[in-house]
């Protein structure tokens, strides 16, 4: 199954949050035993990670393992030092049997901070 797309706004200076679920067939798919990673990179083929949430990171966290519920975070710390206008993302989630399935992918888009 393809990735599917979804764009980003994240607003500088601010603490991001994005809550999804993960379905496949409509079921929500247990999380028990996965890891997940993303990164952010401008351009696509760049060797320079914007910034990177997984699992072990905390950036990632399965909030209802059952339910396929998880969060995405960024510190408003992380977003202040962001300088892009737009970049790109893909979310891979890791399988107990090492399986990987890119679960999301799209752009992000930073709201430039006014107040600092």
């Avoid at 200076?13 to 952010?40: I, P, S």
């Avoid at 351009?43 to 909030?63: C, K, Q, R, V, Y």
């Avoid at 975070?73 to 990987?100: K, Q, R, W």
Wanted: charged fraction near 20%.
């Amino acid at each position: 199954m393809p990735a599917a797309k979804l764009n980003l706004k994240i607003d500088q200076g601010a603490t991001f949050r994005q809550t999804l679920d993960w379905k496949a067939n409509g079921v929500a798919v247990n999380l028990t035993g996965f890891e997940a990673r993303m990164q952010l990179r401008q351009p696509i083929d760049s060797p320079t990670i914007i910034h990177e949430l997984t699992t072990a990171n905390g950036g990632i966290t399965f909030t209802e393992l059952s339910t396929g519920k998880f969060e995405l975070f960024i510190s408003h710390i992380d977003t202040a030092g962001f300088n892009f206008s737009t970049c790109v993302y893909d979310l891979e989630m890791i399988a107990p049997n090492t399986d990987v399935t890119r679960l999301i992918e799209g752009t992000i888009t930073l709201s430039k901070e006014v107040t600092r």
